[in-house]
């Protein structure tokens, strides 16, 4: 066998159906092997698309994700979408073609230092450089990435250890003596945090996306009936409550919910599982839920008390946790609280001004309605992606999925493709801004000609929308350099052999939505929406929670 | 305060790149760090001396743990332990100064190691209040170069922090 056959081999071993991936000059053994293999290989059309394609693929399954690339730019090319996947946990195996060994170290065609570079962005990364080690770096790479907090791992693979022979051997369980992928929920910490628990009057959950990864989204529903206890979600977290829950506050930070931020405020106690403090989740961390104990639950040690101090803290997987948890507590009845929580929800709703201009809110409102609220959501990032946040109700994990930690623009589409060619038989939307979209176009390429019907919503308002807000608010309306000219979506739509449509008035959004859902092939829709809408309510940077605006 | 961590690593390429590059990255600041194989050939063992409260160095440990190739760390500030640097100093001497460097040197138990013309190379060892002592010491000959190691550290008495010792492993509990 060539170490590019038992790398396969070892794919398959892992349970690998589908790679997303681009050749080139250092990965042709590899995809030889590929050439008649039983796995589907997905051609996108720049390296950066693969890497978002599995990442979205992985989100939406759970299962690890896999992009392959050649070395040098191919490599280079992948380190925003591994990156991303790093700051969101999501399980990904990223295969790299590399300069042949002999060659390592000076400056051959194509060569770049892909683990050095990708060192601070991945859980672990391997250079094989020998033929023998294939099978057991597979292994173990497979092995890091979806266990404990999952996330990224790179497998460099040198030309010269691809072609070389060599036989497959099973490399038994992985033998990583510095990997304890999972804390052991220590008891006294579990108790510790159940009486913190029983003693809150005010108490409020506060969810993250390891909720999702975890598979806790049952648990967290049963401790939260369990305490009457509202719940609001991360914008990773969203998902793993159900958003039409009575219980349900939505997103907090930095454009939640005006209810969520000021339950946050008033509580006098935050759970907070599966979530990491991030700085557009507490605002001003020094005021952040000022008159709460803490009680944080999660998977990662290093978490703990890393942005804010903790009075009670559980290392461990959140559904063992919960689990263990929930039986300590005792029932608690609406009261006081719930009932103050229910006045803010009548007396600040989450709302826009309708009327006028085609409104972006309305786009993501008639997406929900005309698809039952059972699609399958990406974003790219900024306006569109906290619209879609805030106005799509998502009721099931792993339903809503955007780049959160890197925040990436032309995230949406290709994750978009990764999403459909998990989930074929469902509906998949890329909510877009004009703008994103741009940064990721040529994967409608790789939609059409993989028939992944992907529907892509652009929400079109000529701007770099959330960098213009930003500059309205903070920078005088000076605009610089955020206004777009943008080419003919319904012509580049149309090139790529898609369906393209425009619309700008509110009585024809659904109407086309319709259409879309119709329609076999994947749509690209341009929304000209009113142009200097703002996402509201906002938390300025650096501003406390309840100091919101809008 | 200075904590002196003794942390086991797998001895694989590009793990003292991983650990520096983790202190860098998340702003930790190393005083010392000094790496070498340990009894067992597939593991190094690296002494660093970090500079940082509780909360800093609770986040390094933590951080730390995180990485694949790191088995053990442990933070022997609190415990009784040996910790030595060596140190080498190139010192200006011409003929007349030899016999006063040859005699401080004898004081810290420091070594020549060479002799040069115009120049002696001495040799010292301990912690860093004598090897700081001893370079106070040969500053008015003139030093021309010095190096050192950085801390080296190992627990007192029977304890060890080997992999399979009975330091304190990777949770922070008695073996």
């Known amino acids: 066998m060539t170490g590019a056959e038992i790398l396969v081999k070892a794919l398959k071993e892992a349970g690998v159906d589908t790679i997303f991936g681009y050749p080139g000059g250092k990965v042709l053994a590899i995809y030889d092997a590929l050439y008649d293999a039983d796995i589907r290989h997905i051609l996108t059309r720049h390296e950066q698309g693969a890497a978002h394609a599995a990442d979205g693929y992985a989100r939406a399954s759970g299962r690890t994700g896999v992009c392959l690339a050649t070395s040098g730019p191919g490599a280079t090319n992948l380190v925003t979408g591994i990156a991303n996947a790093y700051m969101d946990s999501v399980p990904l195996v990223a295969i790299t073609g590399q300069a042949p060994t002999s060659l390592l170290g000076t400056d051959s065609f194509q060569e770049a230092d892909i683990t050095g570079i990708t060192l601070p962005i991945t859980k672990h990364n391997y250079l094989v450089k020998d033929v023998r080690d294939m099978a057991r770096t597979i292994k173990e790479a497979f092995y890091i990435a979806a266990t404990g907090r999952p996330g990224p791992v790179l497998v460099d693979i040198p030309a010269d250890v691809a072609g070389g022979a060599g036989e497959y051997a099973d490399p038994g369980e992985p033998r990583l003596p510095g990997y304890r992928p999972e804390p052991a929920i220590r008891e006294e910490d579990i108790r510790a945090a159940a009486r913190l628990i029983l003693a809150a009057e005010r108490p409020v959950i506060y969810a993250g996306g390891g909720v999702i990864t975890s598979g806790a989204a049952r648990e967290l529903l049963a401790l939260a009936e369990l305490l009457c206890a509202p719940v609001t979600t991360t914008l990773m977290g969203i998902g793993g409550f159900p958003g039409d829950h009575p219980l349900y506050l939505g997103m907090l930070g930095m454009h939640g919910t005006r209810y969520a931020n000021y339950a946050v405020t008033e509580c006098d106690l935050l759970i907070a599982v599966g979530a990491r403090f991030d700085d557009r989740v507490t605002g001003k961390v020094e005021t952040f839920a000022p008159e709460a104990k803490v009680v944080h639950i999660d998977i990662d040690p290093a978490e703990i008390g890393k942005n804010v101090r903790v009075d009670a803290a559980v290392a461990g997987d959140v559904k063992k946790v919960l689990r263990a948890l929930t039986p300590l507590l005792a029932a608690r009845v609406s009261g006081a609280w719930q009932e103050k929580i229910g006045r803010w929800k009548r007396e600040y709703p989450l709302e826009y001004e309708n009327g006028g201009k085609l409104k972006p809110q309305t786009v993501i409102r008639e997406i929900y309605r005309v698809t039952g609220g059972r699609a399958r959501i990406t974003t790219e990032v900024g306006q569109n992606q906290m619209w879609a946040a805030q106005y799509f109700t998502f009721t099931r994990p792993r339903s809503f999925i955007t780049s959160g930690g890197l925040g990436t623009m032309g995230f949406g589409l290709p994750a978009a493709i990764g999403v459909q060619a998990a989930c074929p038989d469902e509906t998949v939307f890329d909510i877009a801004g004009d703008g994103s979209i741009q940064m990721n176009i040529q994967e409608m390429m790789t939609a059409v000609d993989y028939d992944l019907p992907v529907k892509v919503a652009i929400i079109d308002n000529g701007y770099l929308g959330m960098v213009r807000q930003w500059q309205e608010l903070f920078y005088n309306r000076r605009y610089s350099h955020t206004e777009l000219a943008n080419p003919d979506f319904v012509k580049l739509a149309e090139a790529y052999g898609a369906a393209g449509v425009r619309v700008s008035k509110a009585a024809d959004v659904a109407g086309v939505l319709e259409e879309a859902l119709r329609t076999s092939g994947p749509v690209m829709m341009d929304f000209v929406v009113e142009r200097e809408e703002n996402v509201v309510p906002m938390v300025p940077p650096g501003a406390s929670l309840e100091e919101m605006i809008g | ?175």
């Open chain 2, 1 to 175: 305060m200075l904590h002196t961590l003794a942390v086991l690593v797998e001895n694989n390429p590009g793990v003292l790149a991983r650990v520096a590059g983790l202190f860098s990255r998340r702003g930790f600041n190393i005083d010392s760090l000094a790496v070498g194989t340990t009894e067992n050939p597939t593991i190094s063992r690296m002494t660093i001396v970090v500079e940082g409260d509780d909360q800093t160095l609770e986040q390094v440990e933590k951080q730390l743990h995180k990485l694949v190739d790191v088995i053990k760390i442990n933070d022997l500030t609190a415990e009784e332990y040996v910790g030595r640097e060596l140190v080498l100093i190139k010192v200006a001497a011409d003929p007349a100064a030899r016999g006063e460097i040859m005699q401080i040197a004898d004081v810290f138990r420091a070594r020549i190691v060479d002799l040069g013309r115009r120049t002696v190379t001495v040799e010292c060892t301990g912690d860093e209040r004598k090897v700081r002592a001893f370079e106070e010491s040969l500053r008015p000959f003139g030093i021309k170069e010095l190096v050192r190691t950085g801390r080296v550290a190992v627990l007192r008495g029977y304890r060890t922090t080997s992999a399979d010792g009975n330091g304190r492993n990777r949770k922070g509990e008695e073996d």
